[in-house]
C-alpha cells in the first residue's frame, strides 16, 4: 500500500468546502477496514471524490472522519464509494439527519457491530469458504505426498500435465482465495501497492508458471490462498481484541433514562433528553447523562469516568457525570449537557481523536514504508532473474522465491505496530481516569526528564483550611472558634469562609451573642461586636497596634498539662512567645496565623494553610522512583511558604513570587536544561500559558472541565495526583512496546527477505510468520499495556 495515504490525505485540504457554510463533519462506521492496507483502499476511495475537503483513516477503531461540502454531495454518495472498493459502512446517518454522525448515546451501536464481527468471524461467509478450500488443500496434499498412486492424471493444459491434487489446489485458490483477488482487482483500479495486489500477483503468478514452465506450482497457490485467508481470519481477530478496550469506553453510557415528564415517569433514549429535564437514577443505576443532583442523596461510583477507586457521597447541588454508577440512594438530576456533549462523549471522542496525532516512530515507520515496498518488489524481480545464473537454481525455483518475496513486501505489520500500541494505551489510561489527547503526547509524557509542579490545587488541595486552634488565657479551642466565627461570619474573605467552616463542622457557633458594627480593616483583620463587647481577628500586628504584649502570653492547660504547640515552643511553663516563638513557627510550615481577642484580652491563635495533599509526596517519591530525574514547584506564593511546602512534598527545588510569564520563561528554561523535555502540571486554566509551554500539559482535576478538556496534552479526570506516576509509568512502557514492534517488524521482515534467495523461507513461513505472525505479534504486544493499572 502507500502507507503515506493516511497522513497526507488526513491533512488535506483542496479548499472545497474551506470556508462555506455548507460545509459538514462526517463520521462513518467502517468494521472491516482493520489493516493498513484496508485503509489505503478506503482513502483512495474518498480521495476520488469530489467535495471532500479532508479526511483520516482509523483502522485501529474501524472509524473514518471527514469534512465534506453537504451542497456539492451526499452522504449516499460517499457511502457508496466506499462500498464501491469492497467495504460495507455500518449505521450510516441519513441526510434528514444533517450529514453529521452526531454521538446519540457516544456511538454504542457502531461499536457493537464490531464486537458482533468478532464473535461471527469463524461462521462468516469468508471463514467458510477459507474452511473449505483449506479441506481441499489437505486432501490435495494427501493425494499427492502420502498416498502412493492416488494422484493420477486428468488433463493437459497446453502441453502440461494436470492431475487431480492439481485440480484440488486450483478449486482452492478459486474458493478461498476470491476476498484476495477481489481486493487485487480494487488494488490495481487504484494503482495501490498493497497486500491484496501483491498477495494476487504472487497467486496468479504461481497459476500462470505452473503452465508456462511445465512444473506445477499449483500447490504453492493454493497455499498463498488458503493461508493468507487464515491470517486474514485471524488478523480481524487480533484487531477486535485491540478494538474492544476502546468498546469498554463507549458502552459506559446506559442507552436509556428514566425522564420525569407531564408529572410521570417515562423511559426514553438517552439521545432523546432535553436540557433541564429531570432523571430518575435508582440505586444500582447509571446516571444516563451530566447533571445537578436536584433531589436524593447517594454515594455515586465515579470510576468509570475519573478513575476514583472510592464512591464519592452526592447530595443536592452536587454534579455528577454520564457513565457513573448510584451505588445505594434514590437520585433526582437535572440534566446539564446533551448525550452528545456530556463529559463521557466528549472523552470516547477525544481518545479516538488522540489516534490522529502521530508519534515520531509512526511517521518514521509510514516513511519507511513509502520506500519498504518498492524496494522489496525490485529485490524479488532480481532474485527472480538473478538466481538462476548466481546461484544456479532452476527458473521454477526462482520463481517461487520472487513470489515469497512479494508476499514479505507489503509492510502492514509495521505500519500497525505503532498505532495499535497508542490506542492500547491511551484507551487503558483513560479507563484509569487519565485522557491523553494523542499518541505524540504519550510518547513525550515517557521520555520527560523533568516534572514541574504549580502548587496551589496541584499539590496543595486549593482550599484554605484550620490546621491549629491555640486557646489562650483560659479560654477553649470552641471559646476561639465561637469567637471567631462571629468574627468572620460577614467576611467575605477566603481566610474567614475557612474559620467559619470549620466552626461549622466542629458544631460551634458564635452561640446567641449579637453581630453588630461589623468593620474590615483593610490589610489587617475585622473587628465587630459580639453582644456587645468589641472583638478582633487579623494580624499579629493588629494586636500589636493594640497594645498586646505578645512576647508573653499564658496558655491554656488540658488537666494542668501545657498543649503540645505550647511544650514544643515555649521554655517557660504555660507561656508562650507569639512575636518571636508561635507565629513564626507556624508561618514557617506554610500557614497563615490570625490573633482572636478581645480589647483586654487575646483568646487564642488560628492557623490557616492550603494543606497539602496527602498524596503529593508519595507522588514526588514514586517519580524519582520511575527515573524522573528533577521535580520543581513553581508558584506565585512567597517564599517562606513556598520553601515549607516543597519541603513537606520533598521536590529537588522550588521558585517563588512568580508571574505567569515568569512561570513560562521557568518551564522554558527547564525544557533547556533536560534532554527528554518537562512536563507541567497544574489546573488547567490559571497555568494556561505554563502548560502550553511545556513539552507534555498535565491538567488536575478536568472532569467536567471543558477549558482542561480541550487545552491540556495530558488531563488528570479526577482530583488525584497519585495518577501521575501511573501515567509516566504508561508513558514509559507504551514507548518501550513501540520500540519492540518496529524493530522485531522490520527485523522479522529484514531477516526472512535476506534469507529467501538461499532457499530457507518457504512460502507458507513468509505468510505466517512474515505478514499475519507479526501482525497477531505486534497488536497482542500492544495489549500488554491494557494490563497497566494505577496504584490504589
Request: glycine share 10%.
Amino acid at each position: 500500500m502507500t502507507a503515506d495515504a493516511a497522513d497526507g490525505a488526513a491533512g488535506r485540504d483542496d479548499g472545497a468546502a474551506g470556508g462555506d457554510d455548507a460545509t459538514a463533519e462526517l463520521r462513518l462506521s467502517v468494521p472491516d477496514m482493520d489493516c493498513a492496507s484496508c485503509a489505503g483502499k478506503v482513502e483512495h476511495a474518498i480521495e476520488g471524490i469530489d467535495g471532500v475537503a479532508a479526511f483520516d483513516t482509523r483502522p485501529t477503531t474501524g472509524t473514518l472522519k471527514l469534512t465534506y461540502d453537504s451542497a456539492g454531495i451526499s452522504i449516499e454518495e460517499i457511502v457508496a464509494s466506499i462500498e464501491a472498493a469492497g467495504y460495507e459502512v455500518v449505521d450510516a446517518p441519513s441526510e434528514s439527519g444533517g450529514g453529521a454522525a452526531d454521538r446519540d448515546g457516544d456511538g454504542a451501536d457502531d461499536h457493537a457491530t464490531d464486537a458482533a464481527t468478532e464473535q461471527r468471524l469463524l461462521t462468516s461467509s469468508r471463514a467458510v469458504k477459507t474452511w473449505i478450500a483449506g479441506a481441499l488443500l489437505a486432501i490435495g496434499l494427501g493425494l499427492e505426498f502420502v498416498v502412493a498412486g492416488a494422484d493420477p492424471q486428468v488433463a493437459t493444459v497446453l502441453g502440461s500435465e494436470l492431475h487431480l491434487a492439481d485440480v484440488l489446489f486450483v478449486g482452492a485458490v478459486s474458493i478461498g482465495g476470491q476476498e484476495i483477488l477481489r481486493g487485487g482487482v480494487v488494488s490495481a483500479r487504484q494503482r495501490n501497492l498493497d497486500i491484496d495486489f501483491l498477495m494476487s500477483t504472487a497467486i496468479v503468478g504461481a497459476l500462470v508458471a505452473s503452465v508456462g514452465f511445465g512444473e506445477a506450482l499449483y500447490f504453492e497457490a493454493a497455499t498463498l490462498a488458503v493461508l493468507f485467508s487464515i491470517a486474514e481470519l485471524l488478523e480481524t481477530a487480533s484487531m477486535q481484541r485491540a478494538r474492544s478496550s476502546f468498546e469498554e469506553l463507549v458502552e459506559l453510557s446506559p442507552e436509556e433514562a428514566t425522564v420525569w415528564r407531564d408529572g410521570e415517569e417515562v423511559t426514553v433514549p438517552v439521545g432523546a433528553l432535553e436540557i433541564g429535564e429531570v432523571v430518575v437514577v435508582r440505586p444500582g443505576e447509571q446516571v444516563p447523562t451530566d447533571g445537578e443532583v436536584t433531589d436524593g442523596e447517594s454515594a455515586v461510583n465515579q470510576a468509570p469516568i475519573t478513575g476514583e477507586s472510592v464512591p464519592v457521597d452526592k447530595t443536592v447541588g452536587d454534579e455528577v457525570y454520564a457513565g457513573t454508577i448510584n451505588e445505594e440512594g434514590y437520585l433526582e438530576v437535572q440534566v446539564t449537557a446533551e448525550a452528545s456533549d456530556t463529559t463521557l462523549s466528549r472523552i470516547v471522542e477525544l481518545v479516538e481523536d488522540a489516534q490522529a496525532n502521530k508519534t515520531e516512530r509512526e511517521q518514521f515507520v509510514e516513511r519507511f514504508a513509502d520506500y519498504y515496498t518498492p524496494a522489496v518488489v525490485a529485490f524479488a524481480i532480481l532474485v527472480t532473474l538473478g538466481t538462476p545464473f548466481l546461484m544456479g537454481v532452476t527458473w521454477p525455483t526462482a520463481v517461487v522465491y520472487g513470489l515469497t518475496l512479494l508476499v514479505l513486501a507489503c509492510p502492514c505489520a509495521f505500519v500497525i505496530s505503532t498505532p495499535v500500541s497508542v490506542v492500547s494505551g491511551i484507551t487503558s489510561a483513560a479507563k484509569n481516569g487519565v485522557l491523553i489527547k494523542g499518541g505524540n503526547h504519550l510518547e513525550a509524557m515517557g521520555a520527560v526528564d523533568a516534572v514541574a509542579f504549580d502548587k496551589t490545587g496541584t499539590l496543595t488541595k486549593g482550599a484554605l483550611t484550620v490546621t491549629d486552634v491555640v486557646p489562650l488565657n483560659g479560654n477553649s479551642q470552641e471559646d476561639v472558634l465561637a469567637c471567631a466565627h462571629g468574627l468572620e461570619t460577614r467576611s467575605e474573605h477566603p481566610i474567614g469562609e475557612a474559620i467559619v467552616a470549620e466552626a461549622g463542622a466542629a458544631g460551634v457557633a458564635s452561640g446567641n451573642r449579637a453581630v453588630d458594627d461589623f468593620e474590615s480593616i483593610t490589610g489587617k483583620g475585622v473587628r465587630a461586636e459580639l453582644g456587645g463587647t468589641p472583638h478582633f481577628a487579623g494580624k499579629p500586628g493588629l494586636f500589636d497596634e493594640l497594645g498586646f504584649d505578645l512576647s508573653h502570653v499564658h496558655a491554656t492547660t488540658d488537666g494542668g498539662v501545657v498543649t503540645r504547640t505550647a511544650r514544643q515552643i515555649c521554655d517557660r511553663n504555660n507561656c508562650l512567645d507569639l512575636l518571636e516563638e508561635t507565629v513564626p513557627e507556624l508561618q514557617a510550615e506554610g500557614k497563615t496565623v490570625v490573633l482572636v481577642g478581645t480589647d483586654d484580652e487575646l483568646e487564642g491563635v488560628i492557623a490557616v494553610a492550603d494543606e497539602v495533599r496527602p498524596e503529593a509526596k508519595r507522588t514526588i517519591e514514586r517519580l524519582r522512583d520511575l527515573g524522573v530525574d528533577r521535580t520543581v514547584m513553581l508558584t506565585g506564593d512567597n517564599e517562606r511558604t513556598a520553601r515549607a511546602i516543597a519541603e513537606q512534598v520533598g521536590v529537588d527545588e522550588f521558585q517563588a513570587e512568580l508571574l505567569p510569564e515568569e512561570k513560562v520563561e521557568a518551564v522554558e528554561k527547564l525544557d533547556a536544561d533536560t534532554e527528554g523535555g518537562v512536563a507541567m502540571v497544574g489546573d488547567g486554566i490559571n497555568d494556561a500559558p505554563a502548560l502550553a509551554t511545556a513539552t507534555v500539559g498535565v491538567a488536575m482535576g478536568a472532569a467536567g472541565t471543558d477549558t482542561a478538556l480541550e487545552t491540556a496534552d495530558v488531563a488528570l479526570l479526577s482530583d488525584d495526583l497519585s495518577k501521575l506516576p501511573y501515567l509516566y509509568e504508561l508513558a514509559g512502557d507504551a514507548n518501550g512496546v513501540i520500540r519492540q514492534n518496529v524493530v522485531a517488524s522490520l527485523g522479522v521482515k529484514a531477516g526472512l527477505a535476506l534469507a529467501v534467495p538461499f532457499g530457507l523461507v518457504p512460502i507458507w513461513l513468509a505468510v505466517l510468520a512474515g505478514d499475519a505472525g507479526m501482525t497477531i505479534g505486534v497488536t497482542g504486544n500492544a495489549m500488554r499495556l491494557s494490563r497497566v493499572e494505577a496504584d490504589g
